[in-house]
């Protein structure tokens, strides 16, 4: 799953990736390593009359949490939407949501690999020379307004599928293992945020693997201990790694 990601580029590159023109302004403090359960506000783009770049806290909040209670209890599982609930789970709140669509922006994200050591090694993994790219996502407002400031706070999830080979090398254990977010391509991006987009045309693009060739990924540090948050993060690591690993890097 997808619970550790970076945006350490310009926000305002996200204005210029899809023609956005709004003036608005969006204050938003870069940042090399977030974890999905300390539920910070991220750069989102959502198409409600319009696109428009908010920021919007990572772990959604569904309508069914409609108690302070209930978001403690339920919220920290809901960082990530499998692609497979969306269309084809009608039980699901994924499929409840799945017209509530939006882009996650992102300069690179976290995944772990088990090289069979005491610790899974944590990998930095981006798009070969892009500064930016984006998630497919849902989101929701919380039904519980801010306590202290009465806001309405628009939540999301980053949506997950089944790995393409270079992440099914990198994401080889655990309960979620063998998948990776929905990243998309410029031309998906714009679609997955049209207004009228069909359960089919969903279904299609919730099925779009991103090409290996454009990707990269390196060992780094770990990334789930008390650290200066600079580029440090993502440097690459030493680690006495296994062919496996060297593989692709």
């Given at each position: ?5 970076s ?23 870069p940042?090399?390593?977030r ?41 920290s ?86 790995a ?11 309960a ?74």
């Amino acid at each position: 799953m997808c619970y550790d990601m970076s945006f350490f580029s310009n926000i305002k590159l996200i204005s210029d990736y899809l023609n956005i023109t709004s003036g608005e302004t969006i204050q938003f403090e870069p940042t090399y390593h977030r974890v999905a359960q300390s539920y910070g506000k991220w750069p989102v783009v959502i198409n409600e009359n319009g696109y428009k770049i908010k920021l919007f806290e990572w772990g959604l909040v569904a309508d069914y949490m409609n108690t302070p209670e209930k978001i403690k209890e339920y919220r920290s599982s809901m960082a990530n939407a499998r692609s497979e609930k969306i269309i084809d789970d009608k039980r699901s709140v994924w499929h409840r949501i799945r017209k509530h669509r939006c882009l996650v922006f992102t300069t690179g994200f976290f995944e772990h690999y088990d090289a069979g050591l005491k610790k899974k090694i944590p990998y930095f993994i981006h798009i070969k020379e892009e500064p930016l790219f984006c998630f497919a996502g849902l989101y929701n407002y919380s039904p519980v307004p801010d306590v202290e400031t009465g806001e309405v706070i628009g939540t999301f999830a980053i949506i997950t599928r089944p790995a393409n080979s270079l992440m099914a090398k990198i994401h080889n254990a655990g309960a979620n293992s063998y998948r990776m977010p929905l990243i998309l391509d410029k031309e998906l991006a714009n679609k997955w945020l049209e207004d009228d987009l069909s359960d089919t045309a969903i279904s299609e693009i919730l099925k779009f693997e991103y090409p290996v060739t454009k990707m990269q990924a390196w060992p780094v540090n770990t990334i789930r201990t008390r650290k200066t948050d600079n580029e440090n993060v993502i440097k690459a690591g030493k680690y006495l790694l296994p062919p496996l690993a060297l593989q692709f890097l």
